[in-house]
């Protein structure tokens, strides 16, 4: 993108049937208008050669029978969307021991309300169907065979269980099978499903997958497959999917020889000289074209694997790489390349072309590969950077599952570039326990390596400039005694200042999307975080650690406040979520601007009690975990309900879990949504003495709700039921009012301002609440 497109600027393309009215071809227009055409090409020719390995399903009379949905569609062709399977097993149960019993996480099809479709497993005597229904399924369905997380199944025939270990085992020593379970057609402006039709083309001449006998990393974090017996690249495809994917690799060579011949004829001079070697005619010309082509058919690769699934709502299918890992499906999905839906060569031409054609191109760029640490610039640079954030993304090993296919495409262009049959893995710099040997070590290599390449960074730096980095790393609530602190923020500031750089200032930029899967995930940040650095002044000296308190305490809280409130034409507030990252901007600014902080014994303080220090001044993590959940979910849906997968992330992510969170009666949680119940809703028969789980929150809402209704006297009681948290309650009631006045929800921001206004008025009458008394004093409320 940087380098090859401007080489290229403002060229016609080459492709004989190429048209543009305006005859002006910008920027990589024409360059884009030939991947259209060429990628076109590409796809016509395959469909010739393996379009029938994707034949339609004609709906029968017989078919309709049972389906009235099916009526209209008797005796047309429809095209398939997708073959949707079931892992398998050998029943453990003895008496089954022959039956291929299914590993499915449901049986639901769509939960589109209206549209629910579910696959119903028929059982006989030694073996079973499936048939698709349509309508309200039963409530079984939707867990499949699954019994528990991870892989815990039953066995369909017989109940018994099937335990990860058994399948693990059974797919090690005789590899799991797989069995159609429902097929997704095309039909009139809907996707119907359809029983298993079994017209999947037995496959007997394959292609030469040697190239795909790679090793997948064994490392269970990113990696599961090896697990179940399926080791390598290859295991991951069905055989219908390598032929596919083989065909389309094979003919980007093809397309890039006639799109040379064809620049020739459109007049454009060959040098014979390719893109690797600085050539600018018509071979370098047809090594881009096809480059990008290859590039298509790594996305195809992306959404044709068994380890794509189907999404139930919207119904379709979902790609390999929804996070950054290669999981386990056990109903996987399988695309119709040919159906112009999700898997369709033609989809991925049309996305890669859309970015060509509105690139910029100011003007020529160049890309080096280098080894961070070893880094040589040759004259001062403006450095802006993403380094990898810890031990995050397996970037080396889970770009094995894109290289493989590059390789065999584009090896012939870059030689040098593809001479590893695998992604160099030892340079990089990421905290893999299973590459260094464990934890301790891999925290070592990322921190000698990080400190390397800073300091690379440090001595090559413009002196006008700050050097920029980005690290979209969340702070864990990895609690200690003495607080939070994160070892990937940790050992990261760590590199940076010992590199001579000293932090300026921590910037969150938006710049993720908000629906990626990752987004979604426990160390997802809604924004990137921009660690503005410069090198720090020789001699810089050293404070105490009271005089660095001290400048905390004169700067942070002036620096959140300004964080959290939006300032016209320069910034919006930060985040919520981002803020536990933000703030380390301004204490780490005072932290690193000396040589070191002493301790009371001389020695210097470490970046994690400075962390520490400086995380204190976020509130939010005085509250107890269960209010730390309530709060996040009050800021995302306030009242209203959402999603419980969002609600389980958030959980873990805060300690607690939602069921948990339910126990304590302030959420209601049940068919797959949550909702936080507003105070009127609190039960009014409560007592505190035998609330075996009261989070502050509850304790606040309690409070509200008996101050409402009873004036001072009923909050009196509630909040002398509840001493031992009232400064929380206090402080939490502050947050949520500050909250809701910045969201514009005066009526709730209302209740709050109230309870802290006339806070000064229970708290007195609480303290007449006479303490003998108190074992009765909440029986009556409810009957009040
Ligand atoms: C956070 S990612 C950058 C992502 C990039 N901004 C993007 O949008 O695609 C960090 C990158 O650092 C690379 N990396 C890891 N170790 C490296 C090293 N020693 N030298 C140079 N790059 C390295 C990883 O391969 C990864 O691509």
Redesign the pocket.
Known sequence: MIEIPPKFAGRPPVHPDAKNPLAVWKGAAGLAEDVRRYGKWMRDEAFKRIGHLYPPVEVTKAMAKARPDLEQYVGDKLTVIAWLWARTVKSPNPAYSRVDVPLVSTFILSSREGKEAYVQPVIHKDGYTFTVRVGKPPAAARGGTKTARGSNFRCLMSSAPIGADYVMKSGMEHGLGIRLMAVVVEGNRERPYLSPIENVPNLTAMPDIAFLQQPMTNDRRWFSPPLYGFPNWADIFTRRQLVALTTFSDLVGEAREKVKQDAMKAGMLDDNCGLEDGGTGATAYAEAASLYLAFCVDKMTDTNTTVCSWQLDPPRLRATFGRQAIPMVWDPAEANIFADAAGDFGRCVLSLVEVLECLGLPGIGRANQQ???ALVTGTLRVFST????YDNIG??DLSDFFYVWLRRALKPIYPALFATVAVPKA????ATPHRHGGKEKAESFFLA?MAQ?MTRLAEQTHPAFPVTIYYAFKQSESESEKGTASTGWETFLNAVIRAGLGINGTWPIRSELATRNVGRDTNALASSIILVCRPRAVDAGTISRRQFVRQLNETLPLALDAMTRASEGLHSPVAPVDLSQAIIGPGMAIFSRYDAVLEADGTPMTVKTALQLINRFLAEDDFDADTQFCLHWFEQHGWEVGKFGEATVLARSKGTSVEGVKATGVIEAGGGNVRLFKWKEYPADWHPRTDVRLPVWEALHQLIRAYNTHGDSGAARVLAGTAGKAEAARQLAYRLYTLCERANRAEDARAYNEVVTGWTGIESAAAKVPAPKQRTLFDHEGAE
Not at 386 to 389: F, H, L, Q
């Open positions: 080894d961070a640490t993403d380094p990898p954030y970037y080396a340079e990089e710099l990421v390596g390449a």
